[in-house]
């Protein structure tokens, strides 16, 4: 095995909801170990323009379209892919519907919740992971394994307090605390079906991220984290490489959270 069990060079990455708010940090992560990675997101245009604001290896970084809920546009990507570097050795499923690209009605109450912003939630929370993991995760069993990181949510393992929104501006729907705790299920299914196939799955679950938060809500989660505070977006660094690397090679359907010790309360 190699010595540097977090050595990513040679490996190839794909990244969806590449010009989130974590998007590009994983990316930056990734590159500091030797990988080569894809930003992939709905805009070509936003992914461009956060590989400009790059400054570690921008040689090994690109952009792609990718529209996770259709299993026709997956598939068009990994063909990209494979016509471009031959292979995918890691799969992040980072692309989601949250408080940074909210559906219509993204704020409504659960009595009044449409079943058109459920179904659009789920078909970008869930139905995107689940088709990554079924178009990439073929491809990687033809190849002889990889890893699948799932990033999960800290509402996929406790309900969201419900206490802390009211007068913030902020929400957390119902459809998303309940497709990221499917997100967690997915990995472990997938887990346990493809471990003994040298593609592990695991989940990564941030807690807060902050994102430019302040007022109300900033003051509150401070107080219910045991930590003081959110995190920042570099601290998934070291999960993202983990999970990525060798350094995880027998961590098989784990979710690894990443929250300041917010679930532990």
Not at 101 to 127: C, H, Q, V, Y
């Amino acid at each position: 095995m190699n010595q540097d069990l977090f050595d990513l060079t040679g490996r190839v990455a794909l990244i969806t909801g590449g010009a989130g708010l974590l998007g590009p940090q994983m990316a930056s992560a990734l590159l500091q170990k030797g990988a080569r990675v894809i930003l992939a997101d709905l805009s070509l245009e936003k992914c461009r323009a956060e590989i400009e604001k790059m400054t570690v290896a921008p040689d090994r970084l690109e952009g792609i379209c990718l529209d996770v809920a259709s299993s026709r546009s997956w598939g068009d990507a990994l063909g990209q892919i494979e016509a471009s570097h031959g292979k995918i050795d890691i799969l992040i499923n980072g692309a989601a519907s949250t408080n940074q690209s909210k559906t219509a009605n993204f704020e409504a109450g659960f009595e009044d919740f449409p079943e058109e912003d459920w179904d659009r939630i789920m078909d970008i929370n869930l139905k995107g992971v689940f088709l990554g993991c079924q178009v990439i995760g073929k491809h990687m069993l033809q190849n002889g394994g990889g890893s699948i990181i799932n990033i999960a949510s800290l509402y996929g393992v406790v309900s969201p307090n419900h206490r802390i929104y009211p007068g913030t501006g902020i929400f957390q729907p119902v459809a998303y605390s309940v497709s990221k705790h499917a997100v967690v299920a997915l990995t472990k299914y997938l887990g346990t079906l493809w471990a003994d196939k040298k593609i592990r799955v695991n989940a990564l679950t941030p807690g807060g991220v902050w994102n430019g938060h302040e007022g109300l809500f900033y003051e509150r989660y401070k107080q219910l984290n045991p930590s003081g505070d959110m995190a920042d977006k570099a601290d998934m660094n070291g999960g993202v490489v983990f999970l990525a690397s060798d350094a995880s090679r027998h961590v098989v359907g784990h979710n690894l959270i990443i929250d300041g010790g917010y679930s532990v309360w």
